[in-house]
């Protein structure tokens, strides 16, 4: 069964940073794609960036490029999101998540495996 679980939301306010962890105990990096995704109140989930660990490959939304970055740690088996710049849009419950088809993408019908979600308030 993969487990995946994401830490490091909070409060934070705009302009500020925040480097969400998600832990992924016993998956081969290598075999999947792993995606972060949030979702607002009201509004759907939406895929924010996603990484390919065997090519080192990532690919992120329009509205994070150059803001946030999505990295991996293959020995602790942790995906990272480096949150900078951030805006109070960017508040939202952030998930991540595993495709183990192992193909870059950012809609929600590609990944298999979700964790819990945390959440990332950012005030004004």
């Known amino acids: 069964e993969v487990q995946l679980v994401e830490s490091g939301g909070g409060l934070v306010q705009a302009g500020g940073s925040l480097r969400l962890s998600c832990a992924a105990p016993g998956l081969t990096f290598d075999d999947y794609a792993i995606g972060w995704f949030r979702q607002a109140p009201g509004k759907e989930r939406e895929g924010v960036a996603s990484i390919i660990s065997s090519d080192g490959v990532t690919y992120y939304a329009d509205s994070v490029k150059g803001r946030f970055s999505i990295s991996d740690d293959n020995v602790k088996n942790t995906v990272y999101l480096q949150m900078n710049s951030l805006k109070p849009e960017d508040t939202a419950v952030y998930y991540c998540?595993?495709?183990?088809?192992?193909?870059?993408?950012?809609?929600?019908?590609?990944?298999?495996?979700w964790g819990q979600g945390t959440q990332v308030t950012v005030s004004s």
């Open positions: 998540a595993a495709d183990p088809g192992g193909f870059l993408s950012l809609r929600v019908s590609s990944y298999a495996y």
